[in-house]
């Protein structure tokens, strides 16, 4: 595959997330120079940030860098960097990068930039119920369940359960990692699962 003179085809792709990952693998073996350009040095996992969320992973578990993705591919140029705009007549992508504006010819674009979240016109729920598509996102989440799993652990305002002492008022459940529910019964469980999943603190 040639461009318009005989150097080879240049692709750029913007975006490693799933999308765009997979589509500079499959060009692995392609006659064509690749640049890969994400506004993250690494590539996020997303279906595994809710174990992010609630403590099961640390956040460098699910976002492994992409050139270490990627370092056994010799076709692929990785650039981190923001794209800003994209001149489709002089077939130019702008990026923007610490320190640096840069731009980049192509032949062919392929624009895997994912997507945001929609509260469709809700903006309010926003406060109750935050964004889950960044590390940032999870780790707000987790600030905010183990905040809440301290204040709760901590606090004498809440009733023991019933027929409990006051050394045994708070449990957690490990099911659901939670001590936000009433005590002695959490909104997660089934009433069958509820009895094993419940345990002292
Ligand atoms: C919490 C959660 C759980 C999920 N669970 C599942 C699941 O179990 N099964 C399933 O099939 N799917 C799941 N999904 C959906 C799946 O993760 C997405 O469909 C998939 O990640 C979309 O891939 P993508 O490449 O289109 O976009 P993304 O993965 O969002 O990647 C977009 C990339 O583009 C980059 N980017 C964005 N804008 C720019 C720009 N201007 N310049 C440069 N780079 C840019 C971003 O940094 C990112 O790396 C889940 C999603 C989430 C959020």
Redesign the pocket.
């Known amino acids: 595959m040639q461009g318009r003179t005989d150097r080879p085809h240049r692709v750029v792709i913007?975006?490693?997330?799933?999308?765009?990952?997979f589509a500079t693998k499959a060009l692995r073996r392609a006659p064509v120079e690749i640049t890969l350009?994400?506004?993250?040095a690494y590539?996020?996992?997303?279906?595994?940030?809710?174990q992010v969320a609630t403590g099961i992973l640390s956040e460098g578990e699910i976002a492994p860098p992409i050139r270490e993705v990627l370092r056994r591919q010799h076709n692929v140029d990785v650039r981190l960097?923001?794209?800003?705009g994209i001149d489709v007549d002089a077939r130019t992508v702008t990026?923007h990068a610490p320190g640096l504006d840069y731009t980049v010819e192509y032949d062919s674009l392929i624009v895997?930039?994912?997507?945001s979240q929609s509260y469709f016109g809700n903006e309010q729920f926003a406060d109750f119920a935050p964004g889950?598509?960044s590390i940032d996102d999870a780790l707000e989440l987790r600030a905010r369940i183990f905040g809440a799993t301290f204040r709760g652990s901590t606090s004498t305002s809440i009733p023991a359960r019933p027929g409990s002492s006051s050394s045994t008022r708070w449990t957690w459940c490990f099911r659901h990692s939670a001590t936000t529910c009433p005590p002695g019964r959490c909104n997660g469980c089934t009433s069958s699962v509820s009895r094993s999943s419940w345990r002292r603190r």
């Open positions: 913007v975006g490693a997330g799933f999308g765009g990952l350009i994400n506004s993250t590539h996020l996992f997303q279906p595994l940030l809710y960097g923001t794209v800003t990026a895997a930039a994912g997507a889950m598509k």
